[in-house]
Each structure stands twice: as C-alpha cells, then as structure tokens.
C-alpha cells in the first residue's frame, strides 16, 4: 500500500530512530504467558532513549479500565519532559493488583541500566488482560536490551510490539521549520495479539523538533482526533492505548513556543505520519484485506461528517459486504441512515471508487443504475474509497476502517491456551 | 432453547391465530429478485385478517431511511383502527421512488379480496434495499392468499416472513383479565435475507383483548424499550423495522381505557411475549450459535445499566470470544469499560453462567481465579448468562446478543448474485 503524499513533507526511512540522536532497540526477553500454546519467536521488550531530555506529550484511551502504564506513564510526564520509553508485548499488564508496581519497576530498571531518572521514562504494555506481569524476564533482558542501543534500531523495536501485525508499522518525514530540516519518525503496533484478547494500539513518535511540551501536547491531541480516533477495526476500545511523542530539539530550530507558522508545519508533519500510521494500522486490522476510507462532506460540522463516516466504517453488514466485493450501497445508505446526526436523507449522494475508477451508486438518497462489473473490478482493489456527501454544509472528516472476514474471527474466536 | 416463564401466564399455540377471530395465510408468489441464483422454495407473502376491526398501535425503525411500507402503515394506523396485515419477504421496497405507491398498492389489493377499507391495511416488505418492487406476483397471488386463509393458518404466514432465519419464530400466551381469558400472539423474523442484504425484524402481534387504540400503544412502546431494542445482532438498525399489535376484543374483557391492573396485565402479557420472540431472534441471529444473555444491575438508573449491557453484548471480540467458549472476562471488563456512562470501575463485579452453573471471573475491577475446565463446561451451552454489577444503585437492565462466527462472515460477504 502506498504511503498518502503530502505537500512540503518527504518521507525518510528509520522510523523512531530517523530524528537525530534517538537509539532504538528490541530484544525477546520471554514473555510469552501460562496459557500460551504457541511462543511465536519475535521480540517483546523494546526501549527508545533520546541522547538528551526532550520535551514529552501523550494521549491515552478513554477507557474507565486503564492498564497500570498509563497511571504511571501519566504521572511522569506531568512535567512535560521525557527520554526513555519501556515497551512490553504479551502482557497488558491490566487489572493486576501490583500492576502499577510492575510499571514503576519497568521504569526504575530502564533507568538504571540508562542512568538516567526513574521520572523521565514512559512505560507501556499490551497484551493479555488480567494476568500478572512476570517481572523476571524483563530484569533479565534489560542490561542486553540497554547495551544493544544503536541509532538503526528501530526494526528490532517495532518488532517487540507487534502482535498479530503482519507487517511492522513505521513511517517517518522530513520538513523545514525556519531554515532548518527537521526529522519525526514513529512506530505503531496494529490490532492484536499473539494470542488475541484484545485490539490495542500503541503509538510511540519521536522528533528532533525545538518545541515546548505545551504545544507538543497540543499539536498531537489536534492530530490524534483526525486520525487514530478516526480509525475503527472493531469497534471496541483498548485498555491501554497510548500515543506519546518524544521532541529532542537537536534540529536548532527556532523553538516553537507560540501557534506560528511553525506551530501549523509541525502539526501538518504529525499530520502526515499519524495518518499514514492509522491507514496502517487499518489496513492490518485483525484478518483485514482491504483499507476502507470513507470521506463525509456536506455536513453541518466536521462533528456531524465523523459520525457518519465511523457509522459507515463500523457497520458489520457494510465491512462483510465489502470482504465479499459487493458494491450493496443500500448497506452504506442504512448505515448513514442510523447515524446519530442531524442532515436530509435525501440529499444524500454516494460514489464508490478505487485505483480502478469511481462510480455514482446512489443519488438524493435513491439507487442509480451502475454496472455490476466495474463495481465488482473497484472493490477488488486493496483500498477502497466510499465518497459521501449529506448537503452543502461545510463539514467534512475521513475514517478508515477495514473488511470483516473469516480470519477475524478465526484470529478472535480462538482459545487463549 | 426453552422458553423463559411468567407468573399468571400461560404458553399456548398458534402465533397470530393464537386470539379468537384471526385467520392467517401465507403464499410464495414469486417475488425472488433479479440478481437471485438461488430461490429457496418458500412463502414470500402473508396476510393477517381479524373477523371485526380492531384498534391498533405500532413502533417503527429510528433509522432515517425508511422503507415506503413504514409510510403508508403510520398512515393508515393514524386513527388507531386497522383490521388487516399485507407483508412480503424479499424485497424491502425501501429507496425507491415508487415505493409509496406500490405499498399503497399492496394494501388496496389485499382490502379489495377482503372487501374491507384499504386504510385498514398495515402494510410491511423486508429485503434487498433499493430494487423496484414488482407488483404483479403480489397481484397475481392475492385471490389465493385470501382465499386460503384459515383460523390456523398462522404456519403459512410465519414462514413467509421468514428469510435467512433458520426456525419459525412464533409464541402464543393466555392471561387473565377481569375475570376473562384473552390470548396473545406473535410472530417475528430475525435477521438476515435469502440473498441477505440487511438485519431487519417485523413483528406482528395479534390479541383479542378489549383495549384502547391509546393504551395499547403505550403498552407496546414501553415493552419495546425492554425487548426489541435490547437485542443487537449486528449493531445495524435496519430500515424496515416496524412491530405493530392488533387487538380485537372478541375475549369480551371489561375494556382497558386507564393504567389500572388489567393495564399491568396486559402490559406483562405482552412483554412475555415480545421477550420470549428477543430471545429467538438473538439465539437465531445470522449465524449465531448461542443467545447471549447479559444482565447489569446496581447501575444509577436503568439506562445506565442498559448503556453498560448494550456495550458487551455488541463487542465484536467478546461476541468472538464467546464462539471460541473462552471465558475472556478481559474482553468483557474492557466493554464495560469503554460504555459511555458514568460508574466506578472498581465496582464492577462479573460472573459468567448457564445451566450448568455459575462462576465468578472479575470482582471489583481485577481477575479472581478460577477453573478454566469448569468456564469451558458453562460457555459449552446454547445459552450464555453474563451477570454483571456496577455498583450500589437500583438499575438494572437485560440485553440480548449472540456469537460472532464464520457464518455470520459468510452470510453477509456472500455477493447479492
């Protein structure tokens, strides 16, 4: 799948290890849990650390059950500053008396291993809920894990937080902000697990960018509402999402303090890679073969366009018809029907295209003759695209999402032992 | 799958002709659509015909997109009087610019071989969205459909409304009021379509009870809130829902014009009925092996509760998890979690149950042992009881769902032709 191009914006390789002075590594420290049958061979442990403090940002899941790295990543970015993260697969280290424990300790051994302050690393986990986080292996591995830092260690990072990802996730850019050539790259685990219980995204991003916490945070909770919670595999929202971004400052650009023209660049940049990552992210969705995105316009807000579009993309009956490359656009209209927002049902108009060409298939909310062949050569593309528009207001949003197959619910429906 | 017991009431058989003075037929007229490759042999249309008029009272779909039957019917039922129901299965005459007039068409056909006032029709199409409705096998058929109606031929007219439905799905109760015998009867088709297009339900209720036009709708509008629309099968609010109740008075009741007991009788008569026909319809949801049933009690208020239970019970890898009979309480936690409604997490409690017996798998948001052999034995049953506490206060909801499976994946990718 190509990456989506963006104007002033070059894509680089070198994901969380493509900005200046960021290291990288990912080892198997042994994770895997009691119930597991098959240990699939892949790291589970990784860290980031940046050579100097950084400026720090995140965003975490809107779920009541937090896993304990959020508490504790929370409270250690509360200052704005960071240099390290801490990642675990295989265990979400979730509902766990001493989880926050557990996370403090993740912390506190990375810590010393980088003689760094216990405060200034972020930990995350993901993986099986409720199972108590054996601390062993990953005391055991971390001095390996510290002393295999490299400046291209990035695919041994992504690996150790992929799951049921059946490609590692990375995308990283370069832009200018006042002269100076500025470096963010990022990697993203998709929805899954070795042994699935549950569809968890962690987003880790790092950048060589001058900009103080404060804008950080706001240029990244501006950019996560466009993309990450834009994206619906199944519907369900994970325990332990979390999106951080770690910003060095090695570039010497003019430090962005205020909402400048720097401010916007920054955030277009974020823009570009959180986008491209959530396109990822959905195209890998659990037994997923197509990309859907859908683009709403026409409506009264940006609000009202989102809803409708995450309607489309969340419909079980619309994604199965898709798995079955039948362009059923009484599915799409029923899903923009029941929609929660406010617009004229017969205004609406739906187009359904691909790299094979677009066609009308339903105008003023009615059925259009289309040719059943070209309809069936669209869907049988990777990416499809569902247009919609619901009248003349000026709202628009895109969602992506992805198709409902057998493998999902192969993949889900499996014992965990 | 046993049917659920009340106090005071008795189940009986019959379905729609279950009442005194209803007679019922069903026909297969030829209404297969075009792109079909397969035509089930099977009814396709059905009438309903009470001997004296009755009054009436129905509930339709919410979703914005509404089949042309939904507009004549609350047409025709404005005065709250009707004596006859027209419905046929495969096409849902929904987004099609004739669509009113040939469900107009459908009723002064059938009102014509009754010789009754064609505004005395309910009329009622499930089906593909979005294909013109050919009148003439409607036409052609309706001599026979009138002519075969017979005060047991409630069999005739259930299958025709059936579509990917794998059983009838009918239940009949008798009760007393004011020292009279009345009888209740429904029938119901679950979700899906012989080239399935989309989850839709109708439901037609027949009584002979003497109750008000005004009272009968408040008594179906509120059992309507605690069956129908506590099921979910797929989370796609289709747009040919409707449910509608005809009451003749043939049982010679003192009539019911006031919230008195006989009020609460009838009330609880028709909500045995219509949960009995929820629970069919989720254990018969399209390709569904279990009926899931999910209680939540101790919530703030009764909507909260339902929030809470609606979330689980739509969860994509819960309802996965409950095919593969994985005793996942982390999947279930996490959509507790993630229901929009105000509780403490730390206050949830969990058990997991079914005829074969109970288990505790989550108490005050965190894990408790338990036997995986004896969880296996429990999800092993068809139907699957998630009992669910969030707190200390009085509201409590139920809400049905079902597994997610292979057939469901194939049901609805499967192309329309």
């Not at 265990?91 to 557990?102: L, Q, S, W």
């Not at 999106?243 to 570039?251: D, H, I, P, Q, R």
Request: with cysteine; glycine share 10%; hydrophobic share 40%.
């Amino acid at each position: 799948m190509k990456l989506r191009e963006f104007e002033n914006i070059k894509f680089t390789d070198g994901g969380v290890c493509a900005a200046k002075g960021f290291r990288a590594n990912g080892i198997q420290c042994g994770l895997a849990h009691s119930g597991a049958s098959v240990t699939k061979k892949k790291n589970d442990l990784a860290l980031i650390v940046s050579d100097k403090e950084c400026t720090a940002a995140a965003v975490y899941t809107t779920n009541k059950v937090k896993g304990a790295p959020i508490i504790v990543t929370k409270e250690h970015i509360r200052n704005g500053r960071a240099r390290a993260v801490i990642v675990n697969s295989v265990n979400a280290n979730t509902c766990n008396a001493d989880g926050v424990e557990k996370a403090e300790m993740m912390c506190r051994l990375a810590a010393k291993e980088l003689g760094i302050d216990e405060n200034d690393v972020i930990v995350a986990s993901t993986g099986v809920i409720g199972q108590i986080l054996p601390i062993e292996p990953i005391a055991g591995g971390m001095k390996e894990l510290a002393e295999g830092l490299t400046y291209d260690g990035n695919p041994r990072a992504v690996e150790a937080i992929m799951t049921t990802d059946t490609m590692p996730k990375e995308v990283a850019v370069q832009f200018e902000m006042g002269g100076k050539t500025c470096t963010m790259g990022g990697m993203l685990k998709g929805s899954g697990m070795i042994h699935p219980n549950m569809a968890t995204t962690l987003t880790f991003i790092t950048t060589d960018a001058d900009i103080s916490a404060e804008l950080l945070q706001r240029a990244l909770s501006d950019v996560v509402k466009v993309t990450l919670n834009r994206v619906s595999v199944d519907g369900d929202t994970s325990t332990n999402d979390m999106v951080c971004v770690l910003a060095s400052g090695t570039a010497e650009n003019i430090p962005v303090t205020k909402e400048n023209a720097d401010f916007e660049m920054f955030r277009n940049a974020l823009y570009a890679l959180m986008m491209n990552l959530a396109r990822m992210m959905a195209r890998d969705g659990e037994g997923a073969t197509k990309l859907i995105e859908c683009a709403v316009s026409g409506a009264d807000t940006d609000k009202t366009a989102e809803i409708v579009a995450k309607s489309v993309i969340t419909s079980s009956l619309f994604k199965a018809a898709m798995f079955g490359e039948d362009a059923n656009w009484g599915r799409i209209l029923c899903a923009v029907g029941y929609a929660d927002a406010e617009f004229d049902i017969n205004e609406v108009n739906v187009k359904i295209g691909s790299e094979k060409g677009f066609i009308d298939v339903c105008k003023n909310g009615a059925g259009v003759e289309f040719s059943e062949e070209k309809a069936k050569e669209i869907l049988g593309e990777e990416v499809i695209e569902i247009i919609i528009s619901i009248g003349n207001g000026g709202g628009k949003a895109v969602c992506w999402g992805c198709d409902l197959t057998y493998d999902y619910v192969k993949i889900n429906g499996d014992y965990r032992s």
